[in-house]
């Protein structure tokens, strides 16, 4: 999916009961910077990166690309979704006979605790299915990571694999779209 396949990027604005999916717009950049540079977020994902360096290497528009959703609620972001080509993170253990794409979410902390990961997740991942049917989507996070272990399970990902990596043991997980109506 180094391209999302055959899906036709940008797709429309994806619209939950809270939320909208889209692209990121130059008005974003100091959510990103504060996503990038926020300790809360980056505790299982090996420390934040330092603000002065943020500032210095995010465009005035932060960066578009195929399956990257900015996820904005009341008009503001809150976070990102993204579903990228599976192993692109640089985990040499993780299998990749499992699925092409993964999935991965970071939200301001601000925004935790009301559901908004799963309602995000669930509509990228409905949005995934329709624009490449059949395909399977992997998730990965340390099981440390309580919230994001209950997370994966609540979207459906059934457990294919743990591994160590990056000194945490890692869990990953794959979910399958529901069939086709024929």
Same mark, same amino acid.
């Given at each position: ?14 619209? !939950? %009961? ?6 990121? &717009? /130059? ?5 990103? #910077? ?5 300790? $809360? ?13 943020? %500032?210095?290497?995010?465009?005035? !528009?932060? $960066?578009?690309?195929?399956?990257? =959703?900015?996820? $904005?609620? *009341?008009?503001?972001?809150? *976070?990102? #979704? ?14 990749? +006979? #499992? /699925? ?6 970071? =939200?301001?902390?601000? /925004?935790?605790?009301? *559901?908004?990961? @799963? ?6 991942? *409905?949005? =995934? @299915?329709?624009?490449?049917?059949? &395909? ?6 340390? !099981?440390?990571? +309580? ?16 591994? &160590?990596?990056?000194? /945490? ?14």
């Amino acid at each position: 999916m180094p391209e999302l396949g055959s899906a036709v990027w940008p797709p429309a604005p994806i619209r !939950t %009961e809270r939320l909208v999916l889209r692209e990121p &717009e /130059a008005r974003d950049r100091g959510p990103f #910077v504060e996503l990038l540079t926020s300790p $809360e977020v980056h505790t299982y994902l090996g420390g934040p990166r330092s603000r002065e360096e943020c %500032e210095r290497a995010m465009p005035g !528009t932060p $960066e578009r690309r195929p399956g990257l =959703f900015v996820i $904005e609620a *009341g008009g503001t972001m809150i *976070g990102m #979704v993204e579903l990228k080509p599976h192993g692109t993170n640089g985990s040499g253990n993780a299998r990749r +006979d #499992v /699925a092409e794409s993964e999935i991965g979410y970071l =939200f301001l902390p601000r /925004a935790w605790g009301r *559901g908004y990961a @799963a309602e995000a997740c669930a509509a990228a991942l *409905g949005w =995934f @299915a329709g624009a490449l049917p059949g &395909e399977p989507v992997v998730l990965c996070t340390q !099981t440390a990571n +309580d919230r994001s272990m209950r997370l994966a399970v609540k979207l459906g990902f059934t457990e294919v694999q743990r591994f &160590e990596a990056w000194g /945490a043991e890692q869990w990953m997980g794959v979910w399958s779209p529901p069939p086709q109506a024929g």
